[in-house]
């Protein structure tokens, strides 16, 4: 059975909306030669930025795979997968913000990070768990859901912000 894992609501809305409140008022400030030029600037760079936060992770009896899209790869980033019977160990490496994250192992050395900005993160590491036959409980958002949760907030606010300031 294929089961699917989405990036995790907060962390696109934070993304999202962070760009919103940054990018928002230009448009309006900018120019009257750059006018059309920014609204349409603003239009693709929101559409960038809605398709690079659209990865997604599929799991089923036999692999675990990563899927990006075609704009994310364009920046870089790669499709994986792994056969479950190919990882042999799961490393946990620090970051410098006291958190950790973590890499798939495969029996050639290759390293595959284990997304950890998934929607039902602990059904994801249950099935990590049951395939791999390894001991991974210590794995969870690589930041506390607040951090997200206060960004896209704060982004809201000042997005309410410029808007007020607009049209006053």
Request: glycine share 4%; proline share 2%; charged share 20%.
């Given at each position: ?7 995790l609501?907060f ?8 760009y919103l409140?940054?990018?928002f008022p230009?448009?309006f ?7 059309i030029f920014?609204?349409i600037t ?9 398709n690079i936060?659209n990865?997604y992770?599929?799991t089923?009896d036999k692999k675990?795979?990563?899927?990006t899209?075609?704009i994310s ?11 479950w019977?190919d990882?042999?160990?799961?490393k946990?490496?620090p970051t ?6 973590y ?5 050639k050395?290759?390293?595959f990070?284990v ?9 994801f ?5 049951e395939?791999?036959k ?7 958002y690589i930041?506390?859901l ?6 896209t ?14 049209t006053i």
């Open positions: 059975m294929i089961e699917k894992f989405k990036t609501f962390v696109k809305s934070s993304l999202i909306s962070l409140a940054l990018t230009i448009p400030i900018s120019n009257e030669k750059l006018k920014s609204i603003f239009v693709f760079g929101f559409f960038l930025i809605i936060t990865d992770v599929n089923c675990i795979s990563y899927k899209s075609f790869k364009i920046f870089g980033k790669k499709d994986w997968e792994i056969f019977k990882i042999k160990l799961i946990s490496l410098s913000q006291g958190s950790n994250v890499y798939f192992i495969s029996n050395n290759e390293s990070l997304p950890q900005r998934v929607e039902n993160l602990e059904r590491v249950s099935i990590i768990e395939k791999t390894l001991d991974i409980d210590e794995i969870s930041s506390p607040w951090t997200y949760k206060l960004l907030y704060l982004s809201i606010l000042m997005i309410i912000g410029e808007i007020i300031a607009f």
